[in-house]
């Protein structure tokens, strides 16, 4: 992916909006984000910061960041889209799956109604981008 900074402060604002669609942040919610990071993302993440910091962890900031900044769940899911489309390249495959399982697991920790909604537009938008 490039510029995969950018990529992981977007994918935490989406898990954000995924887990505010029901009006509340859950601790399973957001425990079941950080675990996901943890697991899926920084163990196979080698690009680091200039404070030594694996990026992937860009995704923890930024969802925390939601609760001050509120963004548009409309607007973000947007924006990642249209990331991806610009930014994507034949190696993120794999990248692009453990994001949308990471969703899927904040998602599913606590409601699941309104946050499918979201998932499902994501997988389409991103089924777009991978078959134009």
């Keep these: 992916m490039k510029n995969v900074k950018e990529y992981y402060k977007l994918l935490g604002k989406l898990a954000y909006s995924v887990a ?3 009006g509340v942040i859950q601790e399973e919610e957001r425990d079941a984000l950080r675990k996901g990071v943890l697991s899926d993302f920084a163990m196979n993440e080698s690009a680091f910061d200039s404070s030594g910091m694996n990026k992937a962890f860009y995704v923890d900031f ?3 960041e939601g609760n001050q900044q509120q963004p548009d769940m ?7 889209a249209d990331f991806i489309e610009e930014n994507y390249e034949r190696t993120d495959l ?3 799956q453990r994001s949308t399982l990471l969703l899927e697991k904040v998602a ?3 409601s699941k109604s309104k946050e499918k909604i ?3 537009t994501l997988k389409n938008k991103i ?3 991978l078959f134009i």
């Design 62 to 64: 930024e969802f925390d």
């Design 94 to 96: 794999d990248l692009l």
């Design 74 to 80: 409309y607007k973000t899911l947007k924006k990642f």
């Design 118 to 120: 979201i998932i499902e």
């Design 127 to 129: 089924n777009a981008t």
């Design 20 to 22: 505010i669609a029901d």
């Design 108 to 110: 599913n920790a606590y």
